[in-house]
Each structure stands twice: as structure tokens, then as C-alpha cells.
């Protein structure tokens, strides 16, 4: 069985600084990952996911992940924290030859940014 | 495109009370999930469709039903609505099954059950 394990459920960073949000999955095998969004009364929207093509994903707003196969993690990073960027962030993990509807969501990361 | 729709967007009800959430996509995609959301737990699936006329249970489907109207429909339903299922309800859309394919999630459902 996969999960996910999202480590820290509240990150606080200054304007400016860098976002590091961690994730780890395990899986037998590599699967999909997915970084979700979701702003403050709001669905959630995907910032970026890895398909089993280059392990750097880049997604939208400058956010980033990069796939460690040895690590068994799927980071999700940000040079430059903004004001906007304060929202909840969830990653996911389904199943490589599995099916959407396995797909397993971590508890969640509330990323405060400081002015 | 409005993407992934869902009526109303908040409800209280009293204990036993039944209602039906409603989802809408327009963009064409096959399959379509409900969940809820729960502070510390991430979400969890309730029911999905991965077809016009199919539906199937998830992880948390007892207390629930759904209704798969049509391609773009899917309803979910509490017949005896208890506190225990207080929590935020999202609808979501994949064009297929596939493990890779991304879900597109609709505003959500603030449900309180007194």
C-alpha cells in the first residue's frame, strides 16, 4: 500500500526567503507525485506533478520538485517566498500501473509567510 | 470554462436532515470523485465514477450515496445526516483513470451537521 508523509504541518518563512515544504511517499515502486494548493476557501489547484520523465519538475508560481528515488521524496521548493504563496499545500502519490482514484493525499503543509 | 462546479457552497443541517450535493464539469472528462476534508487528515474519497453509469465506493462511503446523472453530473447524497460528517466536501474530475492524469477540483462544500 502507498502513503504519503508530509513532515511539518505549519511552515513559517520571511518574504523573500526560500519555501522548502517536504514530502516523503512509500511506494514499491515509483509512482506519480502531485503538489496541490489550495488558498484559503478554495478547491485545490495542482502546482506540479512527476511522471516518471525529468526527476526536476517545475511548476506554476516558481515552484519546484525534484523526484529522489533514494530518498523516496518529492520536496517542493521556492527560491523567493511571497505574500500570495501563504496557503495550504497537500502532496499526493498514486500508484504507477494503478488508477486516479488511488490517489493518496498527505495530511498537509499551512505555509505562513512573514512580512 | 467554468471547470468543476458544486452547489451550494455552505449548509448546516440538523441531525437526520438528508440533502444532495451537486457537481457539474464542463470539461469533458470521464471520470469524477467526491471527497471530504477533514483539518489533519488530508482528503479522503468517498465515491467515485470512472464512467457514465458507473459508481464505486471509496474509502469512506458508509453514510453516503451517489448518483452519476450523467457525463457531466455527480451527485453525492446523506440520507440521515450525523455530526460525524461535518467536514468540507469536494467534487473532482479526471479525463481518465490513469494514475498520472490530474484531478481538477471544484470550490467546495462547507457542511455542519448540529
Known amino acids: 500500500a502507498q502513503s504519503v508523509t508530509q513532515l511539518g504541518s505549519h511552515v513559517s518563512v520571511s518574504e523573500g526567503a526560500l519555501v522548502l515544504l517536504r514530502c516523503n511517499y512509500s511506494s514499491s515502486v515509483p509512482p506519480y507525485l502531485f503538489w496541490y494548493v489550495q488558498y484559503p476557501n478554495q478547491g485545490l489547484q495542482l502546482l506540479l506533478k512527476?511522471?516518471?520523465?525529468?526527476?526536476l519538475v517545475k511548476g506554476i508560481n516558481g515552484f519546484e520538485a525534484e523526484f529522489k528515488k533514494s530518498e523516496t521524496s518529492f520536496h517542493l521548493t521556492k527560491p523567493s517566498a511571497h505574500m500570495s504563496d501563504a496557503a495550504e499545500y497537500f502532496c499526493?502519490?498514486?500508484?504507477?500501473?494503478?488508477?486516479?482514484?488511488?490517489?493518496?493525499f498527505g495530511s498537509g503543509t499551512q505555509l505562513t509567510v512573514l512580512p | 470554462n467554468a471547470g468543476v462546479t458544486q452547489t451550494p457552497k455552505f449548509q448546516v443541517l440538523k441531525t437526520g436532515q438528508s440533502m444532495t450535493l451537486q457537481c457539474a464539469q464542463d470539461?469533458?472528462?470521464?471520470?469524477m470523485y467526491w471527497y471530504r476534508q477533514d483539518p489533519g487528515m488530508g482528503l479522503r474519497l468517498i465515491y467515485y465514477?470512472?464512467?457514465?453509469?458507473?459508481?464505486d465506493k471509496g474509502e469512506v462511503p458508509n453514510g453516503y450515496n451517489v448518483s452519476r446523472l450523467n457525463k457531466r453530473e455527480f451527485s453525492l447524497r446523506l440520507e440521515s445526516a450525523a455530526p460525524s460528517q461535518t467536514s468540507v466536501y469536494f467534487c473532482?474530475?479526471?479525463?481518465?483513470?490513469?494514475?498520472?492524469?490530474?484531478?481538477?477540483f471544484g470550490p467546495g462544500t462547507r457542511l455542519t451537521v448540529l
Open positions: 473532482a474530475s479526471t479525463e481518465g483513470l490513469a494514475g498520472g492524469d490530474t484531478q481538477y
Open positions: 499526493a502519490v498514486s500508484p504507477h500501473l494503478g488508477s486516479a482514484r488511488q490517489l493518496t
Open positions: 512527476y511522471t516518471s520523465a525529468a526527476t
Open positions: 470539461m469533458n472528462h470521464n471520470s
Open positions: 465514477s470512472a464512467s457514465e453509469g458507473t459508481t
